[in-house]
């Protein structure tokens, strides 16, 4: 592994943990604490889970195209007629790859906004959730691997000439480059999404969507945004609809695991919470 794939996947999470330690411990600060805390996890989570999606390619599992695809026929639903129909509509498809890309940035995002609202248990509810996410993705796509529904269905450059440029296609550097590379280096440069089944796109949207559950205004965004975002990983990431499914259904194991983690942990709890639990007490 180069030395500055080492230096950042190691140092970004480690100098964010030291602030989170310093505004926790000798100098108390609840929203620089949980943000800087925050921001380690999600870091670390990142780096590691990434590792863990490619590398889990060099085991060179059979593909599972196949069996995607015939599900999604089992279900009644022409995956490959959905993207031709997106691919008919570029605008749309324009806008689609816009809430595609934004998903990972605003689970940062929301990560700070919570920190900075001091609700401690929905920022580690949505962190654990990303993180406990990308874990299970990552593993189950090492031995569940899948090209893309692009590549199954055989589509020429013609037929979705009217998706944005590497629409499905964009990780299959990094996939070809870790599962039939003779020389592997683990660079973060290669670092491009390789998980099909299940679609981490679909749990991160719903885990930030979720989030948002009692803020009654601005739910009503983050619940349209994640539709826009499930909606975009058929045309754009090149998904299976099976792969939104088993997304869908791990995101709610997790959920159901956090919800009951949080409910017996003051690590999670918010000012307020912590307050009326002290004052019971």
């Known amino acids: 592994m180069p030395t500055r794939a080492v230096s950042l996947m190691v140092g970004f999470p480690a100098f964010f943990y030291a602030i989170h330690s310093v505004y926790k411990t000798w100098r108390p600060d609840r929203r620089l604490s949980l943000l800087a805390g925050s921001q380690a996890v999600l870091f670390g989570a990142s780096c ?4 863990l999606a490619n590398v889990g390619l060099r085991l060179r599992m059979p ?7 015939a599900i999604d026929k089992a279900l009644g639903i ?15 498809a324009e806008l689609l790859r816009i809430f595609y890309l934004s998903t990972v940035p605003a689970v940062f995002f929301c990560a700070i906004f919570f920190s900075l609202k001091r609700d401690g248990r929905k920022v580690w509810e949505l962190t654990l959730g990303y993180s406990g996410g990308l874990f299970l993705c990552s ?16 589509f020429t450059s013609q037929e979705v000439a009217g998706l944005p440029a ?48 009692d803020y009654s205004r601005t739910s009503v965004v983050a619940y349209l945004w994640a539709l826009l975002v499930i909606v975009s990983t058929i045309p754009i990431g090149g998904h299976y609809v ?22 017996k942990s003051s690590f999670l709890c918010s000012d307020d919470e912590q307050a009326s639990a002290n004052r019971v007490v």
């Not at 593909?63 to 695809?69: F, K, Y």
């Not at 090209?147 to 055989?154: L, R």
């Not at 003779?182 to 440069?189: E, G, M």
């Not at 670092?191 to 979720?210: C, I």
């Open 242 to 263: 099976v792969d939104l499914i088993a997304g869908t259904g791990l995101w709610a194991v997790i959920v159901l695991s956090a919800l009951a983690w949080s409910r």
């Open 78 to 92: 022409n995956t490959a007629e959905i993207v031709l129909w997106f691919s008919r509509l570029p605008d749309v």
């Open 48 to 51: 590691a889970g990434a590792t």
């Open 166 to 213: 590497g629409a499905g296609l964009y990780h299959m550097g990094a996939f070809s480059y870790f599962r039939d590379g003779s020389n592997l280096v683990v660079d973060i440069d290669r670092f491009d999404g390789v998980v099909t089944f299940p679609s981490f796109h679909t749990m991160m949207a719903l885990v930030v969507a979720f989030a948002f559950r």
């Open 63 to 69: 593909l599972q195209d196949d069996l995607l695809a």
């Open 139 to 154: 593993a189950i796509s090492s031995l569940v691997p899948a090209k893309a529904i692009f590549f199954h269905a055989g």
